[in-house]
């Protein structure tokens, strides 16, 4: 078993729709929980990190974390055609990144 | 004003002849990290350096090799590649190792044939 769990993709939504990313864990010991996008034949960006649960807004992303239940989300509000990408999850331990599969989106005009 | 710069973007190899992708950084970080990644696939490590200290992952096949002469620069070495190592190679950079924040280099994309 992974001890990061992506839901696959693809995700096809309207433009101006809210998407919802969801990544689940294994391992308890993660210290920080990051969300990447990654553009075709580019390499990942980091969008958002947190390290507590809760939530963390910025702009029209928010992401989420909830420790009890080991899951993670990002949501994406008022959707635009230029957030189609591959979202990634990442979750840090003793300065190691083990990242999920990624869930590819995108947003039709 | 590139920060993680990766040549070539793009490198076609022919079976078992050896191969070097070079990552070059701007924002003299201290940690420079290696990832391979497969079409639809996370990024997986195979190494990274802390300054000098060279450190592998368990699973990293000893076909992969890495060099740091010094901090601005980064490569990656493919002794004999086989058709399986075609895959996009990220090269990345951290302040500081456990630091969360990485920068990824574009990637360069690996052919084998």
């Known amino acids: 078993q992974k001890e990061v769990e992506q839901d696959p993709g693809p995700l096809s939504v309207p433009e101006g729709a809210i998407v919802s990313l969801n990544c689940t864990y294994s391992?308890?010991?993660?210290?920080?929980f990051m969300w990447y996008r990654q553009y075709s034949r580019k390499g990942p960006e980091l969008l958002m990190y947190t390290y507590s649960s809760g939530n963390k807004e910025d702009g029209r992303f928010t992401a989420q974390v909830d420790k009890s239940s080991k899951y993670i989300s990002l949501f994406i509000r008022d959707s635009q055609p230029s957030d189609s990408a591959t979202y990634l999850c990442a979750m840090i331990v003793a300065g190691k990144s083990t990242f999920g599969d990624g869930t590819t989106l995108t947003v039709k005009p | 004003d590139a920060m993680v710069i990766q040549n070539p973007r793009y490198q076609v190899t022919q079976f078992g002849k050896p191969v070097t992708l070079s990552c070059s950084q701007t924002?003299?970080?201290?940690?420079m990290y290696w990832y391979q990644q497969k079409s639809s696939q996370a990024p997986k490590l195979l190494f990274h350096y802390y300054d000098k200290d060279f450190n592998n992952e368990a699973d990293t096949p000893d076909n992969f090799q890495s060099r740091r002469p010094n901090t601005s620069f980064c490569f990656l070495d493919i002794r004999s590649p086989g058709l399986g190592d075609a895959a996009m190679y990220l090269c990345?950079?951290?302040?500081?190792?456990?630091?969360?924040?990485?920068?990824f280099g574009p990637g360069t994309r690996l052919t084998v044939t």
């Open positions: 924002l003299n970080h201290n940690v």
């Open positions: 391992n308890s010991a993660f210290q920080y």
């Open positions: 990345a950079t951290s302040r500081e190792r456990g630091n969360y924040e990485q920068y």
